[in-house]
Nanobody
Framework: QVQLVESGGGLVQAGGSLRLSCAAS????????MGWFRQAPGKGREFVAS????????VYSDSVKGRFTISRDNAKTTVYLQMNALKPEDTAVYSC?????????????????WGQGTQVTVSS
């Protein structure tokens, strides 16, 4: 099992940047594909980005491609989400998740472990 704790959320003006971190417990972090998802009020959970076990491959949703970057440090058992050029529509609770699936699954159903989430609010 793995436990996940996000940090780095907050309030930022449109056009600004934030970096989210997700610290994982356990010595098997490198065996999990890691993903970031978000959920805005009144909306369903939305895939944001994912990274393979080695960090060699990444996938992004079209809405964040070119603005967000996912990365991981297996030695520190941490996954990051660098968010640049933030827009008000990026406002949501952001959660990291771990998957046993190979590749970069997009569906939250493929992720078995979740953090509690961190709020990101982008003001216009």
């Amino acid at each position: 099992q793995v436990q996940l704790v996000e940090s780095g959320g907050g309030l930022v003006q449109a056009g600004g940047s934030l970096r989210l971190s997700c610290a994982a417990s356990g010595r098997t972090f490198s065996s999990y594909t890691m993903g970031w998802f978000r959920q805005a009020p009144g909306k369903g959970r939305e895939f944001v980005a994912s990274v393979t076990r080695s960090g060699g491959s990444t996938v992004y949703s079209d809405s964040v491609k070119g603005r967000f970057t996912i990365s991981r440090d297996n030695a520190k058992t941490t996954v990051y989400l660098q968010m640049n050029a933030l827009k008000p529509e990026d406002t949501a609770v952001y959660s990291c998740a771990a998957s046993n699936r190979v590749g970069v699954p997009l569906s939250p159903l493929n992720y078995g472990y979740w953090g509690q989430g961190t709020q990101v609010t982008v003001s216009s």
